[in-house]
Each structure stands twice: as C-alpha cells, then as structure tokens.
C-alpha cells in the first residue's frame, strides 16, 4: 500500500485548502469504509486523506418542520432517531440494514451519498423524500436535488474541493407512508437490488407518489414514468401487476459478482412492488 498523508482539519475553510493544496491528489474521508477499503484494494492511491471527523458543522440531526442531516451523521446515529423511525421508516429500514453494527457505527451519510455507488442504500429512501443536498467550498454554498447529484457510477456533480455540508428532507405530507426494501446474497452485504417508494393516499386513491430504484442502473434511479402511471389511481392487484413490469423495462442493470442483469431486472420489479403495496397497507393498517 502506498504511503500517504493524513489531516485533520478543524473547520470547512481549512479542509478546502487543504484540498486545493493537493490539487486533486488528496481524498476527503469520513468513516473510511469505502476510502479504505479501496486503498486497501490499490484502486485508488491518493497522496493524502483530508479528514472530515472533527468536523462538528457536518454532525447532527434536527428536526425544523422536515429533517437535517449533517453529512457526517452516523448511520448508527439515524437508526436510533425516534422521529426518523416514526416519521421517515423508508430511511429509517435503509439505515438499519446498511452492513452492520460495527460499520453503521462509523459509516456516515454522506459518506454513502459522495461515494455514488448505484447500490447505495441512503439513495433511493432519500429521492423518494424528495431529499436536497448542500454542498460547500471555495465558492461558497450551493443546493441541489439528490437525484441531480448523482452522474454516473462513483460520479457526482460535487466538484473536488467542495464538502456536502447537509441533506435537507422537507416536510411529510399527511397521509404518507414510505417502505424501503432490500435484497443481498446474505443480510449486511451491499444490495444486488434496492427500492424505495412513497405514497400519500386520499379517498383510497394515490395522490402523490414517488419511486427510487438502485444496483440496477449507473446511478440509483428515480421513475418518474411510472409514478406518472400510478398517481390519480386506485392500487389494485392489476395495477401492481402492471408496474412491476414497467419497472423491469425501465432499469439497466449489470452482471457482476453478485447477480446476473436478467436476476437484478426480475427482483427489482418485485421490490417496488412490494414497497407500494406494503405503503398502502402501512396506511390503511
Ligand atoms: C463490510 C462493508 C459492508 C458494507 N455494506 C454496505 C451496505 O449494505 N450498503 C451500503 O450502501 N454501503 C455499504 N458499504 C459501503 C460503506 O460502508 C458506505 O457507503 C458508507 O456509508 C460510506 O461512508 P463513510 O463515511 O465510511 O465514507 P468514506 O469511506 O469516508 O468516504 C466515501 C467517499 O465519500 C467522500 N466523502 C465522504 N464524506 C464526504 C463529505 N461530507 N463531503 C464530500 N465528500 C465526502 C470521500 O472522499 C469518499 O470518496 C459497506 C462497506 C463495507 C466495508
């Protein structure tokens, strides 16, 4: 393993400097469970690791009307947030079945999100609640929606300097349920497929819904057509019958070592299935 330098910034100001010094040779790293294990692996060898742990502006829950997260929130720290769990149980499940204890206790958010894995399970519960990023650098502070963030595999629209600060979940409507599920080879391992759903009832008719996808296309996916599909309806069996083949035409997955592309195409309808009607029922239950 090559030598590198390691930093410990004390404020955003001097992380980014820090950064512009290494001019693109140096990685921020915040739990390390991605950046290490890649060093580890030699696919990347960067000259130093700029460390974001001491950075209190990047840690913290709060609860303004919707939710803040610091980018540096332990995923440890969102399983464990009573209100995530009753009011976000889409983020609430994708937390609490990221790997496993150990590395939920030191694995952040954001970490998960600039990592841009399209298996990431942050992902898809954070685009279906509509989630927006905030990224911060030289330049000052700029907004984006979760879903424009994403470019390509292990790419964003983060520029190298700039830090996500925060992730801003606005507030839930009334009458909405949202399901996150997951399949792997065996529990704690990376997603072969994963999906989020949303849905906010009325009169037993879906009058918003939202749809996120993820391992089965370069980034985790938003379908937006097939939400189109099912808003201004009732969700019947046929219906459910209906999306679950619209989502297998709609993804792109690969093969790799832990699913064959036709496997991960089959499993991702069934999940967003699954996440709709287990929605619905959260509701009507
Ligand atoms: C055994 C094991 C099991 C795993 N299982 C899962 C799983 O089930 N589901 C899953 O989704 N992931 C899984 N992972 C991957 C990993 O744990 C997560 O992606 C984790 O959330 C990464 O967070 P981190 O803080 O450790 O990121 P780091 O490794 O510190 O950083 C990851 C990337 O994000 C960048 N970065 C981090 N924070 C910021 C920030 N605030 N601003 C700008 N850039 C930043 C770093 O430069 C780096 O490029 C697993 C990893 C291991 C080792």
Redesign the pocket.
């Known amino acids: 393993m090559k030598r590198f330098d390691y930093y410990q910034p004390e404020s955003l100001k001097e992380a980014y400097q820090l950064m512009e010094k290494f001019k693109g040779e140096a990685?921020?790293?915040?739990?390390?469970?991605?950046?290490?294990?890649r060093i580890k692996q030699r696919a990347i060898e960067p000259e130093a690791l700029i460390s974001?742990r001491g950075l209190k502006e990047?840690r913290g829950i709060k609860d303004n009307g919707g939710l803040t997260l610091g980018?540096?929130t332990l995923?440890r720290d969102i399983e464990r947030y009573p209100l995530i769990a009753k009011e976000y149980p889409a983020l609430h499940q994708a937390a609490s079945?990221?790997?496993?204890l150990q590395?939920r206790n030191?694995?952040?958010?954001?970490?998960?999100l600039?990592?841009a894995?399209p298996?990431?399970?942050?992902a898809p519960p954070l685009i279906v609640l509509g989630a927006m990023v905030v990224l911060e650098g030289p330049g000052g502070k700029r907004k984006m929606s979760l879903e424009d963030f994403f470019t390509g595999p292990g790419q964003t629209a983060?520029e190298p300097q700039?830090?996500?600060?925060e992730i801003h979940i606005p507030e839930k409507d009334a009458n909405t349920a949202t399901v996150f599920l997951k399949i792997?080879r065996v529990s704690?391992?990376?997603?072969i497929a994963n999906a989020a759903a949303l849905v906010t009832m009325e009169n037993k008719v879906c009058k918003r819904c939202r749809l996120a996808v993820g391992a089965v296309a370069p980034v985790p996916l938003r379908l937006k057509g097939i939400e189109e599909k099912i808003e201004g309806e009732e969700i019947t069996d046929d219906l459910l019958q209906e999306v679950e083949k619209m989502v297998c035409d709609a993804v792109s997955p690969i093969t790799d070592v832990r699913a064959t592309k036709e496997y991960r195409r089959t499993v991702s309808g069934v999940l967003v299935k699954r996440a709709i009607a287990q929605a619905v029922a959260s509701l009507e239950g």
Do not use: H, P, W
């Open positions: 990685l921020y790293v915040a739990g390390g469970t991605d950046v290490i294990v974001l990047l980018a540096g995923f079945m990221l790997a496993n590395i030191v694995a952040t958010v954001g970490g998960n600039c990592n894995a298996s990431a399970d942050s983060k700039e830090i996500m600060r792997g704690q391992d990376i997603a």
